[in-house]
């Protein structure tokens, strides 16, 4: 769903869908299942070189830091479900409704990026399966898929394919616990023999590497989609949603981050958007073809969820004035722009960036209608951090 039906839902009071008023496990699960597979849609396949890049055996601690962060502008989130939706009821402050707004906006940058960053990531791993991996191949296949994505949505729609995020989610866990088990394992057969290795960061200034780590926060995005599911679910379920999709997302990649280490060195400080794929063959051959099966699946689900995000958000604030094929047809072009103008790593802290203005501007809704003086200087804390990373956020190299 995009970000403006939750505003239109809430003025005319609609309340669509069973599980608005019915609050069994089952619909927690669905509910749960959105931000679970926008956090895990790409940053379990690339957080690990990029954070061995910069951060080397301190990479644990990067992650912790990032996840800390997401988990704070996840208050954020929390905050505005439970007191800024009652107030888009009536007729809220000018302010609030400015920051909002613009905040749709910025998502809808955001959400562009995102398709180009989900389908290069998938032309990388689909490529390197087929010894075919090259910057000039990637963009070839990731403008193929674009413009199939686009040409189906323009002349079918985009809404046929979103039963693709539930199956990609299942798949996606399924290869992270694999690999997990397979690190675990791997792991304790160095320890054995007592030949532990951990990697070397590429040489950084400290200002390089703090950029660097402040242009992962894609990685954990997702957190705010419940913040717009108000026509589907009650308030406290979209809370409670998006507080777990964190705490599990948070245990899953630090367990990942942790485990992955003594296993870096087999790269021989070579870090790629697919170094994922040159680890789990040194784990376990027989997992390659799983994750790439998983890669290939998440990120085209994920694509077509932001693609369809993206364009109902296009559609709400031109007040329809661009239709819904018209929106899909405009995202397609400007995504095939950027696939040829970045690299992988570029549209990592580039989405990073477009997600860290949404945030802040979040934080900004929330000052506007906070009553508490601790809770405003935290937001104007949180926005300086997330103001820094939209603007000094840079990609690994």
Request: some cysteine.
């Amino acid at each position: 769903m995009h970000c403006s039906d939750e505003i239109t839902s809430i003025a005319h009071g609609s309340k669509k869908g069973d599980c608005f008023i019915n609050n069994s496990t089952r619909c927690f699960l669905n509910l749960i299942t959105t931000p679970l597979a926008s956090i895990f849609g790409s940053g379990f396949l690339i957080i690990i070189p990029i954070l061995a890049s910069v951060a080397g055996q301190y990479s644990i601690f990067a992650m912790m830091a990032i996840c800390l962060l997401a988990y704070s502008v996840g208050g954020v989130i929390r905050f505005n479900i439970q007191h800024v939706e009652p107030l888009l009821k009536h007729n809220p402050s000018k302010s609030t409704f400015i920051f909002e707004r613009s905040s749709d906006i910025a998502i809808i940058l955001a959400y562009i990026i995102s398709v180009c960053l989900y389908l290069h990531i998938m032309s990388a791993f689909v490529l390197s399966d087929i010894h075919m991996d090259s910057s000039s191949h990637e963009d070839i296949l990731t403008t193929i898929t674009i413009v199939v994505i686009t040409l189906f949505g323009f002349t079918k729609g985009l809404k046929q394919l979103e039963f693709l995020e539930q199956w990609a989610l299942f798949i996606t866990f399924l290869i992270i616990f694999s690999l997990i088990i397979g690190f675990t394992l791997y792991d304790l057969q160095i320890l054995q023999a007592k030949n532990l290795t951990f990697p070397e960061p590429v040489k950084h200034s400290y200002w390089e590497s703090l950029t660097i780590i402040a242009g992962t926060l894609i990685v954990v995005q997702g957190f705010e989609t419940t913040r717009y599911l108000g026509n589907k679910y009650q308030s406290k379920n979209r809370i409670k949603a998006s507080r777990w999709a964190q705490i599990i997302a948070t245990a899953v990649y630090l367990s990942f981050v942790a485990l992955a280490l003594p296993i870096l060195h087999e790269l021989n400080d070579q870090y790629d958007d697919n170094s994922l794929i040159a680890l789990t063959l040194v784990v376990s051959p027989l997992l390659v073809l799983p994750l790439i099966i998983a890669a290939t699946l998440s990120q085209f689900s994920a694509a077509v969820a932001d693609m369809l995000a993206a364009s109902g958000n296009l559609e709400e604030i031109s007040h329809e004035k661009v239709k819904e094929k018209w929106a899909y047809l405009l995202i397609g072009v400007t995504s095939i722009i950027l696939t040829w103008s970045a690299d992988t790593f570029e549209l990592v802290s580039l989405a990073s960036r477009a997600f860290a203005l949404y945030y802040m501007l979040q934080c900004f809704v929330a000052f506007s209608v906070s009553q508490s003086l601790n809770h405003k200087l935290l937001l104007i804390i949180l926005s300086i951090i997330l103001g820094f990373i939209t603007i000094f956020a840079i990609p690994a190299s």
